[in-house]
Nanobody
Framework: QVQLVESGGGLVQPGGSLRLSCVAS??????????MAWYRQGPGKQRELVAS???????DYADSVKGRFTISRDNAKKTLYLQMNSLKPEDTAVYYC?????????WGQGTQVTVSS
C-alpha cells in the first residue's frame, strides 16, 4: 500500500505564501511513474483539481491559480510540492495530495489552508 501525507498548511494573510508538501511512503519505491496532483475542497464545495504533474513532468493548473501556484516533484525524496503565492481568501480549503497509475489512485488526509486577514 501507499500512504501520502500532506504538510505545510496553516493560517496566512491575503497576499502571503505557503508551500505544501506531500511525502509518499509505504510500499512505493518511486513516485516517478505516478501522475500526481493537488486537489482542494473549500467549505460546502466540491473537490476540485488545482494542479497536476505527469510522470514526464508536464504540468497543468486550474485557471483560478495560474500564475500564482507552482506544482513540482522531487522523485528522490518521494515528495510532491505546491508553492502557493499571492494567496487569496478564496484559496481557503483543505488541500489533498493525489497519486495515480492506471486503475489505481491514492489520497492523502489533507492539510488545511486558511487565508484570512
Amino acid at each position: 500500500q501507499v500512504q501520502l501525507v500532506e504538510s505545510g498548511g496553516g493560517l496566512v494573510q491575503p497576499g502571503g505564501s505557503l508551500r505544501l508538501s506531500c511525502v509518499a511512503s509505504g510500499s512505493i519505491f518511486s513516485i516517478s511513474i505516478y501522475a500526481m496532483a493537488w486537489y482542494r475542497q473549500g467549505p460546502g464545495k466540491q473537490r476540485e483539481l488545482v494542479a497536476s504533474i505527469a510522470s514526464g513532468g508536464k504540468t497543468d493548473y486550474a485557471d483560478s491559480v495560474k500564475g500564482r501556484f507552482t506544482i513540482s516533484r522531487d522523485n528522490a525524496k518521494k515528495t510532491l510540492y505546491l508553492q502557493m503565492n499571492s494567496l487569496k481568501p478564496e484559496d481557503t480549503a483543505v488541500y489533498y495530495c493525489n497519486a495515480e497509475v492506471p486503475f489505481k489512485s491514492f489520497w492523502g488526509q489533507g492539510t488545511q489552508v486558511t487565508v484570512s486577514s
